[in-house]
């Protein structure tokens, strides 16, 4: 299944189609190695039927369309162009259809056939297609080009208010385009900037990763102030923005007033913004302030924890490096499923139907522009059209395309949970051979990670399958619920609102319940070497049976680590906020000229908090490894000469209720 899906996709599906335009014969415009290969833009001849941007952007417009060169630059009309001078009719001329020539024929039989426009305008190349130029003058006045009205060619006038109500949904998106256009400026302009604070953000958690393994104890107090600190500092900038815009005229307006801006600096510029922040840092430095209280007893417990996943990294070094191929190996499959997806989109075939003016039984309906001169629907209908439609198919294949894209989406979930899986099962692999060494680290593999791994792509690859295979059967699900809860909105039916919400609630909680008991049952397959269900059979009930000390010590932990995570991308954020906004004078010159100064920010706190997590998973996968192993191992064990425990006096002495036996 997953072959004839791939063969089907990767054959029919044409990228093209998301690339350039198509004009009225399903031509593409600019594509290199056709005739059409210097005109790589699409110009339309009526832009006023081109109202919505579903049709202009992708689909295609009830007029004729045409590739050219350039767009027009000044307004003509069909007449003007008939009697004026050589040089405005080939200008003219480039903007007909093949084979024209105005000075034989009359400006009626030329619009009668559709073989010219009646008008041209003033027009901008937008996403490869040629746009009105609008533009409003001092008073709020719409123009296009310089003019505010002009004539169709027809005897009517045409004010630019029309081509304005006719472009604005276009314009919507076509903004839209813009901001992304200057957002990859952004890029093109700070990447260099952006991957030196990754590089940053590396170096400060690999050094933090490292301390850790020296000075936990000591480690954790300081990370646990300076994140409160840092926190702190961004409540008193918030607070400083939002007193220094006191008096300023705009800064009272409201966001919801303000509504959506495409620059958005202007958001920066009203206090409302400011507030809204400094109240979001302060709720979270009251809950992170208020958790450190009440879980004060439990944090130097989960500190002793956090030492001797420091001891057992120490001795597993390469550890630190693994999540480098998670990461290759997640990059492999995003690009995959991604280039697949993009095939299945675009695996459709032409679809002509017929356009007209006037009243026509045919209209709408599919025709073949080989044999439309000839047919019914042409006779009946003098001034029809056989015009490229949209891109789509009658055969069950392009019925079912939907169900392909589900499907492309369950492979990927799949593949994704089954490389996550695949890390989790070699690293807890590597730390259990350190925790089940009697002699440390005497009794420990030379290369536990690759020994790991080998026997993880050996042994347990169908164990690894079966457990990614039950996750990714509930994320599609949850996925489908998403899709059915967007085609409801409409949908007044508040019962089955209710019922789709509480469905989306309870998957959402069962994902997260089988990415628990997953990730245990793997810890057990890298210990034991036994099939999904019986480790996860024996990994819930050793977890139910220590119930305590798991929610004592392991979330704490976890909270701990998280808190890591958060002090880095914080320590990073700040300076890169502080660097690309030129707030830094020593090196203000240095800094890029952006259209937005949060593009490069946002990517470099994403990034790092990537980064971060990448290289506390590893201490989280060790914390939990540990855990479970010294549960089993209070279990099997007593502490006498004949059954030794395999942990550390230390971690006995703060996890177990008993004194162990000298």
Not at 183 to 201: C, K, P, R
Not at 580 to 607: C, H, K, M, Q
Request: hydrophobic share 45%; net charge positive.
């Amino acid at each position: 299944m997953i072959l004839i899906l791939l063969r089907a996709a990767w054959s029919q599906g044409d990228p093209r189609k998301v690339i350039y335009p198509t004009d009225s014969r399903g031509q593409f415009c600019g594509q290199a190695g056709t005739p059409l290969e210097k005109k790589p833009l699409l110009f339309y001849f009526n832009i006023l039927k081109c109202a919505s941007p579903l049709v202009l952007l992708e689909f295609q417009c009830p007029t004729t369309q045409l590739c050219v060169e350039k767009c027009p630059d000044r307004h003509l009309t069909l007449m003007k162009a008939k009697l004026g001078s050589n040089e405005d009719r080939e200008y003219y001329q480039q903007y007909c259809k093949d084979g024209v020539n105005l000075t034989k024929l009359s400006p009626p039989e030329i619009l009668k056939d559709g073989l010219c426009p009646a008008i041209l305008m003033p027009s901008k190349a937008f996403t490869r297609r040629c746009l009105p130029a609008l533009g409003t003058l001092k008073g709020g006045v719409v123009v296009v080009g310089n003019e505010t009205t002009f004539t169709d060619g027809k005897g009517s006038s045409i004010n630019a208010t029309d081509v304005l109500e006719a472009s604005k949904k276009s314009n919507v998106v076509v903004e839209a385009r813009q901001v992304a256009m200057r957002i990859f400026e952004d890029y093109t302009q700070s990447w260099h900037w952006i991957l030196l604070g990754l590089v940053i953000a590396m170096l400060v958690s690999f050094i933090f990763i490292v301390l850790l393994r020296f000075l936990a104890g000591i480690m954790v107090w300081v990370m646990i102030v300076l994140v409160i600190l840092v926190i702190g500092y961004g409540i008193f900038h918030c607070y400083m923005e939002f007193a220094s815009l006191k008096g300023e005229p705009g800064s009272d307006v409201t966001i919801r007033d303000l509504g959506l801006q495409t620059d958005f600096s202007v958001y920066l510029q009203i206090r409302q913004t400011w507030l809204a922040f400094m109240i979001i840092l302060a709720i979270v430095e009251v809950i992170i302030i208020l958790l450190l209280i009440f879980l004060r007893k439990r944090i130097m417990i989960a500190i002793a924890l956090i030492k001797e996943a420091s001891r057992a990294v120490g001795h597993v070094m390469s550890s630190l490096f693994y999540p480098l191929v998670t990461f290759a190996l997640l990059a492999v499959v995003i690009a995959y499923w991604a280039i697949t997806a993009v095939f299945l989109s675009t695996s459709n075939e032409q679809v002509y139907k017929v356009f007209n003016n006037s009243e026509c039984e045919y209209s709408r309906e599919t025709c073949d522009p080989q044999t439309f001169n000839t047919s019914n629907a042409s006779a009946q209908c003098p001034d029809a059209e056989c015009l490229f439609a949209f891109y789509g198919g009658e055969t069950y294949y392009h019925k079912y395309l939907i169900l392909f894209q589900f499907y492309n989406v369950f492979l990927f979930f799949w593949c994704a949970n089954f490389v996550t899986a695949l890390g989790q099962v070699t690293l807890s692999g590597a730390f259990a051979s350190y925790y089940w060494a009697f002699k440390k680290p005497d009794d420990i593999p030379s290369y536990p990670i690759f020994s790991s791994l080998g026997r993880a792509l050996r042994y347990h690859t169908g164990s690894l399958a079966f457990g990614s295979l039950i996750l990714s059967i509930v994320q599609v699900i949850r996925v489908l619920l998403e899709y059915l809860d967007q085609k409801l909105k409409g949908a007044q039916n508040k019962f089955a609102k209710f019922m789709l919400s509480c469905m989306k609630c309870c998957f959402w909680c069962l994902e997260k319940c089988i990415k628990f008991l997953n990730r245990n049952a793997y810890i057990m397959i890298a210990i034991y070497g036994k099939s999904f269900c019986p480790s996860a059979h024996d990994a819930f009930f050793l977890l139910m049976r220590n119930i305590i000390r798991v929610a004592v010590l392991d979330k704490v932990t976890d909270f701990l680590l998280f808190l890591g995570k958060l002090l880095i991308v914080g320590i990073v954020g700040i300076f890169s906020f502080f660097f690309f906004s030129g707030r830094i004078r020593a090196i203000e010159d240095a800094a890029p000229s952006l259209n937005y100064y949060w593009v490069p920010i946002l990517t470099v706190v994403v990034g790092s908090y990537l980064i971060a997590h990448g290289f506390f998973s590893v201490y989280a996968m060790c914390v939990d490894t540990l855990f479970l192993c010294f549960c089993e191992d209070l279990e099997r064990n007593d502490g006498s000469p004949e059954r030794p425990y395999y942990m550390s006096p230390e971690l006995h002495e703060i996890l177990s209720k008993t004194k162990m036996k000298k």
